[in-house]
């Protein structure tokens, strides 16, 4: 059975620092794209950063870039959001997906294997 345990969420002033963790269980990231989303209160689930299986490629939405980085440790078999210079606007739930087949480029924005259960992050102004 897959799981996918996001932790590291709080309440920070903006201009602060946060990293977020996706522990997964059941699936070795080795092997999956994965990505993680925000959903401010109102609206839709949005991509923010993905990292291919491969490990060689990242990607991000431009409100994020050079602000928020991506990584993975395939020891932990765990998931890394880091998050600097965070602004009111970045308050969401921050959920963690991994895509729905192994090997696959695909950024798991339609085809999911799987959401964590998300953490909530709210940025002061």
């Known amino acids: 059975q897959v799981q996918l345990v996001e932790s590291g969420g709080g309440l920070v002033q903006a201009g602060g620092s946060l990293r977020l963790s996706c522990a997964v269980s059941?699936?070795?990231?080795?092997?999956?794209?994965m990505a993680w989303f925000g959903q401010a209160l109102g609206n839709t689930r949005e991509f923010l950063a993905g990292?291919?299986?491969?490990?060689?490629?990242?990607d991000y939405e431009d409100s994020v870039k050079g602000r928020f980085t991506i990584s993975r440790d395939i020891v932990k078999n765990t998931v890394y959001l880091q998050m600097n210079k965070l602004k009111p606007e970045d308050t969401a739930v921050y959920y963690c997906?991994?895509?729905?087949?192994?090997?696959?480029?695909?950024?798991?924005?339609?085809?999911?294997?799987?959401w964590g259960q998300g953490t909530q992050v709210t940025i002061s102004s």
């Open positions: 990292v291919k299986w491969t490990g060689g490629r990242t």
């Open positions: 997906a991994l895509s729905g087949r192994p090997y696959s480029s695909d950024y798991p924005t339609t085809d999911v294997g799987s």
């Open positions: 059941g699936r070795t990231i080795v092997t999956y794209t």
